[in-house]
């Protein structure tokens, strides 16, 4: 396969550079791409950043970037439908002899599954135990071209990056797992578009000082009920604070996250959701 470290998709490198800079690097992850290459070349950038000697990280030329790039890594691994049909269980169970084993050259090993959408069943059940239990330091990728192809239980073990443009949550995943929100959290949470109205219409109403952000208060208590949203609620009101200071609104956006941040710490005291709610709205009344 040919492999282009230099033409991997920017959007999702951005991303990725940041989760290993900060020491967050997942251990399993499923990328989707129409243009699966685009998919592969970045799986590829990502092992190569991790491995590279060179000053400009991943430089493409140094020793360790060489070998995973013409596929003569022994801590990177691709796997691939041997008949164009299908991945079959015996190629998983290689996968599992692997991860029984060390990294050789590296601190972490890197396993690729391109066309992830062909998995067999028995397979795609095999796998399950990797991505549930990995034994040795490694990041598992898979790679697919459709989303709906892959098994729910397999896509709730791996943090999905789609690179499809325009694709329906993937900006507001990529920023709630920087926060520290798990896949299954993020599935839980599925689709946040009427909450995140009403949760902006809360953030209005304080900043306008108007005193319907009180009932506003009390409708998102009773609406809010799980903590994963509640948690979500509290990640859009900081980020909508945060918009505020870079537009040039720094005085309600400074205030509001001093009074987040205060709410912050009545949440380590367990005081309710609701009464968190009204505390925060009254620091708005006129």
Same mark, same amino acid.
């Given at each position: 396969m040919l492999v282009d470290i230099t033409n991997p998709a920017q959007k999702q490198v951005a991303f990725l550079r940041r989760t290993f800079e900060q020491g967050k690097l997942g251990h399993s992850y499923l990328f989707i791409d129409i243009n699966e290459q685009e998919a592969v070349n970045t799986a590829y950038w990502l092992a190569c950043l991790s491995n590279c000697t060179g000053i400009e990280k991943p430089d493409g030329t140094c020793k360790n970037c060489q070998?995973?790039?013409s596929g003569n890594h022994p801590d990177v691994l691709l796997i691939e439908?041997?008949?164009?049909?299908s991945l079959s269980i015996d190629q998983i169970r290689f996968?599992?002899?692997e991860l029984a084993k060390s990294p050789v050259q590296s601190s972490i090993r890197f396993f690729f599954i391109n066309q992830a959408e062909k998995l067999?069943?028995?397979?795609?059940?095999?796998l399950l135990n990797l991505l549930e239990e990995p034994i040795a330091p490694v990041v598992t990728i898979l790679i697919a071209n459709n989303v709906n192809q892959i098994l729910p239980t397999i896509k709730s073990r791996t943090q999905i990056i789609n690179f499809v443009p325009n694709s329906q949550n993937t900006d507001r995943n990529e920023k709630l797992i920087e926060q520290g929100f798990s896949q299954n959290e993020l599935e839980e949470l599925d689709d946040t578009?009427?909450?995140a109205k009403l949760g902006k219409y809360f953030y209005e109403e304080m900043v306008?000082?108007?005193p319907l952000a009180l009932v506003s208060a009390h409708q998102l208590a009773d609406t809010v009920? *799980?903590? @994963?949203k509640q948690d979500y609620l509290w990640f859009l009101l900081k980020d909508l604070a945060q918009k505020d200071i870079d537009s040039g609104n720094l005085q309600s956006g400074g205030k509001m996250l001093k009074d987040l941040l205060k709410i912050d710490q009545m949440r380590? *005291?367990? @005081?309710n959701f609701r009464n968190l709610l009204d505390y925060l709205a009254l620091q708005w009344k006129r």
């Open positions: 070998q995973i790039i439908p041997e008949n164009k049909q996968l599992k002899e067999s069943l028995p397979a795609a059940n095999a578009t009427n909450l306008e000082q108007n009920k *799980s903590r @994963v380590c *005291s367990n @005081v």
